[in-house]
């Protein structure tokens, strides 16, 4: 179950994200800033949560929200961008997991 306070949900138990200032932060470390890319990303996949999103929904959905137009593989790079900031380890990720054919926010609270 996804923690939400105003402007704060919490996606696992050291990790938050502020909906207002574009930011997340984990215990033990300094605010991490999100570009508006990883940050339209990421809301996704907390309105979602623990869902299965193709990269075809997250493109699709991305451009509705930029009014842009973004490749699958603007996908998996801001895919790979978000998790140098969220997981301990985004080589082995365990919060924005790959499960063929998308990938799914795996909330642990």
């Known amino acids: 179950m996804l923690s939400k306070s105003n402007s704060t949900v919490q996606l696992s138990k050291d990790l938050k994200v ?3 200032g574009h930011f997340i932060y984990q215990s033990g470390r ?3 800033f999100l570009t508006s ?3 339209k990303l ?3 996949f907390i309105s979602n949560p623990n869902e299965l999103l ?3 929904y997250l493109m699709n959905t991305m451009n509705e929200l930029n009014d842009s137009c973004y ?3 603007n996908i998996y790079i801001q895919i790979s961008r ?3 900031k969220i997981e301990e380890n985004p080589s082995e990720p365990d919060l924005l997991i790959t499960l ?3 990938y799914i926010l795996n909330i642990k609270i």
Do not use: H, W
């Open 18 to 20: 502020d909906l207002l």
């Open 54 to 56: 193709d990269v075809t």
């Open 71 to 73: 490749s699958e593989q």
């Open 82 to 84: 978000l998790r140098s």
């Open 42 to 44: 990421l809301t996704i």
């Open 100 to 102: 063929r054919p998308g």
């Open 30 to 32: 300094e605010k991490v």
């Open 37 to 39: 890319m990883e940050f």
